[in-house]
C-alpha cells in the first residue's frame, strides 16, 4: 500500500486499540476465510481489505484460510482464483495457506468430546423432518425422539456414520442445545453430514463433513485469530459459535465482530446469482467485465489501488446500505485520470480526407497532458484520417464544437482543418469528408488571430490498427435487482456492445491490462483473454465521467 492510502477508522480499529491498551491481546491476527465454492466478487474485496489491512497497520498477520466443508460445491479452480485475487489486490498472506479441512481429524475429536459430554446425538430424522422438528420465529421447535440417546449409543452410531454405514440424509450429528431457543441457529444445529463426495484437499478420506458453523469458530481458536470479522448476516451465528467453544476442550477463544456486508447498486452478491449467471451463459463466465467479481473487474479495467481506494470510501460500519455503482467508477476514474497514458481511438470510423496535404508526416504526442515525465510517442499522420462520424455535421448550432462544413476544427496533436465538401452514398449516408489543412498550425493557433475552438481526435487510415471495442455497462437495468422476483429479467439488453474500430498503431503493443484513456472516449484496457497481436480487443472500463448519474437526475 502506498502512503497515500491513509489508514482510516471504524468502530473495530477503535475495538482493537482498546484491546491492545488494556493488554487484552499484545498482536493482532485477522484472517478471510473464503469458501471456495465460486469466485470472489466486490463485496469480497471489502472484507479483504479490512482483514489484510488491519494486519497490515498493526504490524500483524492475517491468514488466507479456505473453509472447504462443502465438497460438492468446491473445485480446485475457486482456490487459485481466489489465491490470485487476494495478490492482486496487493496483499500478503501469513505463512502458509490454511484449510479447514487440515483440522478434519482435530474437528471429528472435538465432535467425539461433545458427544461424551451428552451435548450431541447422531439423528436419524430426515432433512424434512428435521426441517418440520425446527419451529418458526414465533413457535418453538420440537425435540427429536433421538435426542436422549445414551452417550454410548451415540459414540456406536458416530462411529457408524464415520466408516460409511449410513446413506447420505439417512443420519447427521446434532448438537443438543435448546429446541425453544428465540434464535434459530440453536436450536440443535447439525454438526455433522454424512457425503460420499471427493474432497479436494482430502481425497476420499471422509464421508461424513462437518457443517461450515461447527468448523468456523474451532479453526479460529485453532489458529489464534484475536479478531474474527465477519458481515452482520452471522451475527445470530456467534452464539452457537460461542457455545461450541465453550463446551470443548481449547485454549483461545476468539471474539467476532460483524460488520455491515456491501451492496452495490445494479449488481447482484449473491454467489448463488452469480453461479446462476455463469451456469445458465447469461454472461460469458466469472470473469465478464460486467460481473462484480473482482476477476471480472480487473478484466474490465479495474486496478487494484482504485478497488481499495473504493473499499476505504465506503468505510466499515454496522449499518446495512446500498452504495451507488457510480462511486465504484469515480474511484478507478480518478486513478486512470492521474495514471493511464493517452491514446487515440475511433470506435465508428468515417473516411476524412485531407486534399492539399501531401506526404506522411510523424507527430511527436505527449502520453499525458499533464505529466510530462510520461513521455511521448510517435504518431504517423497521412492524408486520410479516420475521425468519429458523430464529429460531423453537414451544419450545426453554435454550440456544436466539432467539424461541420464549411468550418474549421483542430485535429488533436495535429493541424487545422476546414471540412470543404463531402460525398455520400445511394443512400444519402456520408462516406467521405473533403478537407483542407493550414500547414502553419501544427502545434500552434493560425498565423492571422482567427480562433478555432474544436479539437477532434482522428487515426491514420492507412497506418491505423483495426480493433474491437467492447463498451461494457451495467449488467441490470434496475438498481437493486436481487429485490425482483427474476432477477434475470433485468439484464440489461445494451449492457455489452461490441464496434469495429480503428487505433493508432501504438497500440498494438499494449499489454493485456494494460488502461489508456481513449481521448475524448473514455477509459480502455486491453482485453486479458481474447485480445491477440493479430486481433486488438480493448475493454471500456468507465466512460470520462458519469452519464448514469444524468440520465437519474
Known sequence: MSEAEARPSNFIRQIIDKDLASGTHTTVHTRFPPEPNGYLHIGHAKSICLNFGIAQDYQGQCNLRFDDTNPEKEDVEYVESIKSDVEWLGFEWAGDICYSSNYFDKLHDYAVELIEKGLAYVEELTPEQIREHRGTLTAPGKESPYRDRSVEENLTLFKKMREGGFKEGEACLRAKIDMSSSFMVMRDPVLYRVRFAHHHQTGDKWCIYPMYDFTHCISDALEGITHSLCTLEFQDNRRLYDWVLDNITIETQPRQYEF???????????????????????????????????????????????????????????????????????????????????????????????????????????????????????????????????????????????????????????????????????????????????????????????????????????????????????????????????????????????????VEPSLSSALAEQGFQFERTGYFCVDSKDSTSDKLVFNRTVGLRDTWAKIAG
Request: include cysteine; glycine fraction near 6%; hydrophobic fraction near 35%.
Open 260 to 502: 455491515s456486508r456491501l451492496n452495490l447498486e445494479y449488481t447482484v452478491m449473491s454467489k448463488r446469482k452469480l453461479i446462476q449467471l455463469v451456469s445458465e451463459n447469461l454472461v460469458s463466465g466469472w470473469d465478464d467485465p460486467r460481473m462484480p467479481t473482482i476477476s471480472g473487474l480487473r478484466r474490465r479495467g479495474f486496478t487494484p489501488a482504485s478497488i481499495r481506494e473504493f473499499c476505504k470510501r465506503i468505510g466499515v460500519t454496522k449499518q446495512e446500505n446500498m452504495i451507488e455503482f457510480g462511486s465504484l467508477e469515480s474511484c478507478i476514474r480518478d486513478d486512470l485520470n492521474e495514471n493511464a497514458p493517452r491514446a487515440m481511438a475511433v470506435l465508428d470510423p468515417i473516411k476524412l480526407v485531407i486534399e492539399n496535404f501531401g506526404e506522411e508526416e510523424t507527430l511527436t504526442v505527449a502520453n499525458h497532458p499533464n505529466k510530462p515525465e510520461m513521455g511521448t510517442r510517435e504518431v504517423p499522420f497521412t492524408r486520410e484520417v479516420f475521425i468519429e462520424r458523430d464529429d460531423f455535421r453537414e451544419d450545426a448550432n453554435k454550440k456544436y464544437k466539432r467539424l461541420v462544413l464549411g468550418k474549421e476544427v483542430r485535429l488533436r496533436g495535429a493541424y487545422v482543418i476546414k471540412a470543404e465538401r463531402i460525398e455520400k452514398d445511394d443512400e444519402g449516408n456520408i462516406t467521405t469528408i473533403f478537407c483542407s489543412y493550414d500547414a502553419d498550425t501544427l502545434g500552434k493557433n493560425p498565423a492571422d488571430g482567427r480562433k478555432v475552438k474544436g479539437v477532434i481526435h482522428w487515426v491514420s487510415a492507412s497506418k491505423g490498427v483495426e480493433a474491437e471495442i467492447r463498451l461494457y455497462d451495467r449488467l441490470f437495468t434496475v438498481p437493486n435487482p436481487a429485490a425482483e422476483s427474476d432477477f434475470t429479467q433485468v439484464i440489461n439488453p445494451t449492457s455489452l456492445e461490441v464496434l469495429n474500430g480503428v
